[in-house]
């Protein structure tokens, strides 16, 4: 969370860069309900800054396993879950999805102030277009303070935001009906994800609120590839007339996990940017 800084590191000796970053965020009047939503408990853990770590610590070996390095965060990997890779028009990996037997947790990381506050004007914003799609949206309160849990037609959503030090890292939590509540195993898995995050800010300039960059582990990038080609074949196939399909179709093998690493599944790919919170954040 903010402040999880060496503690014999002053202000003036973090870096000067991203000074045109460094203007206030305007005061959030959004008030779910009477209630503080913004107390932080006693967290044990991250998520983490790298730059807080030791310098040659290796930061893909977890507290509890291994972290998938997606250049902007280290995301520790729950047994038996798989990964979804949402594309960007341009072809770049624009967010990538654990995908369990319980639900779907998404981690990113975004730019933001040297000060806290960006998450709690994110959660206003989220919480009002979510009530623009007609979702049933209330405040919580977390480990790290405010969640945002929505219920639509499709699934059940909860958002976790923490603020570090420029930057806010944010889990998405989507569970069928039921599923997704603050004691369900779908949210204590989401919960300990978060804890053993590592977040590496980077020295680029960036606007607020941008979403860092994802970068794929060259093994995870041909295995999508792999699986892209795979898929393009199958589609070439089906759409060939039935009188030019002749004699037994020459059969593919699904990407196989190299290095440890897990198969991705098939990528997806990512919608326009305009949209409501819904349609953004609920896929």
């Avoid at 991203?18 to 008030?31: E, K, N, T």
């Avoid at 040659?56 to 902007?72: F, K, M, P, Q, Y």
């Avoid at 919960?191 to 980077?202: N, S």
Wanted: glycine share 10%.
């Amino acid at each position: 969370m903010f402040g999880r800084r060496k503690k014999n590191e002053s202000e003036e000796d973090r870096p000067g860069f991203f000074d045109d970053a460094d203007a206030a965020i305007p005061a959030d009047d959004y008030d779910d309900a009477e209630g503080d939503y913004d107390a932080i408990g006693d967290v044990d853990g991250g998520p983490y800054d790298a730059d807080d770590l030791e310098s040659d610590a290796d930061l893909t070996v977890g507290e509890v396993g291994t972290r998938l390095d997606l250049g902007s965060v280290l995301v520790p990997m729950p047994q038996g879950a798989q990964l979804q890779v949402e594309m960007a028009p341009d072809g770049s990996p624009q967010a990538v999805h654990l995908v369990t037997q319980l639900g779907r947790i998404t981690v990113a990381a975004y730019a933001a102030p040297k000060s806290p506050g960006q998450w709690r004007e994110v959660a206003g914003d989220l919480a009002e277009s979510l009530r623009g799609d007609n979702a049933a949206v209330s405040i919580e309160n977390g480990p790290w303070g405010r969640e945002v849990f929505a219920v639509t037609p499709n699934a059940d959503l909860r958002f976790i935001g923490v603020d570090g030090y420029r930057w806010m890292v944010r889990c998405v939590v989507a569970g069928p009906s039921g599923g997704n509540t603050a004691d369900s195993d779908l949210v204590a898995t989401a919960r300990a994800i978060l804890r053993d995050t590592v977040v590496k800010r980077g020295t680029e300039p960036h606007p607020v609120r941008t979403p860092l960059p994802v970068v794929l582990p060259q093994a995870l990038a041909q295995q999508l590839a792999a699986a892209h080609q795979q898929q393009l074949a199958q589609q070439q196939a089906a759409a060939q007339p039935a009188s030019q399909q002749s004699g037994a179709q020459p059969a593919t093998a699904p990407a196989q996990p190299q290095d440890g690493q897990p198969a991705p599944a098939s990528p997806q790919q990512r919608r326009g940017e305009s949209g409501s919170a819904m349609q953004q954040l609920g896929r």
